[in-house]
């Protein structure tokens, strides 16, 4: 028989809340947003698009930055920006960059800089170093959705010189460039709408 000092006592909300976090781990209790920098000295950005059916055409750009918010324990990302100088487009020929940065394709006088803002991450369910980065890309003053696929190769303490936390990540996506007013050579099959795009970086915790 239950005495009255025995009798099961209720749990105050608040009693219960405490005894619920002191359940989870410790890396989700203390989980929260941080801000990270793309290392621009480990930031490759590479693009590849078809050249009249005989190859891929290869080339990067030289010059970005980048920042993001986000927590590595719950994939969360609440808000990142990537912005490229359209200048800086290399592909080891001077008259085809010089092209490729004129009125037919970037317009890098008129249109400096190539922007990415980040909207948000969607983890692979039940992987979190796999995901979908959604945002939007702009380029000649047209804004349009694009998703990347992503791939957070490692997380951890560099191992030497900065010695920040660090998160190593690839990225990709293919996008039609006709779509941003880019439409030189398409229609009669010389340069292919379809643009490959990969990313490459470093970033660290801030």
């Known amino acids: 028989m239950l005495t009255e000092n025995t009798k099961p006592q209720l749990l105050s909300p608040t009693l219960r809340a405490l005894l619920w976090l002191t359940a989870l781990p410790a890396s989700l209790v203390m989980a929260e947003p941080a801000d990270w920098e793309i ?25 970005g930055s980048g920042e993001f918010r986000y927590d590595p324990e719950t994939g969360e ?23 490729l940065r004129g009125r037919d394709f970037l317009s890098a006088n008129r249109h400096p800089l190539i922007v990415f803002a980040a909207t948000g991450y969607t983890p692979s369910t039940g992987d979190m170093a796999h ?42 996506t293919t996008i039609m460039r006709s779509r941003w007013g880019m439409d030189y050579g398409v229609s009669n099959d010389m340069v292919g709408d379809a643009v490959k795009l990969r990313f490459e970086f470093e970033a660290i915790r801030q």
Do not use: C, W
């Open 131 to 172: 995901g979908t980065l959604s945002g939007n890309l702009t380029m000649l003053d047209e804004t349009h959705p694009v998703e990347l696929d992503v791939i957070i190769n490692k997380h951890a303490e560099y191992p030497f010189g900065h010695r920040e936390e660090t998160l190593g990540i690839s990225a990709s």
């Open 77 to 99: 990302l609440s808000g990142g920006r990537v912005e490229i100088a359209a200048e800086s487009l290399f592909s080891n020929h001077d008259d085809r960059d010089e092209h």
């Open 39 to 63: 290392d621009s000295e480990h930031f490759s950005i590479v693009f590849e698009a078809e050249h009249i059916g005989y190859q891929q055409q290869m080339g990067m750009f030289l010059e």
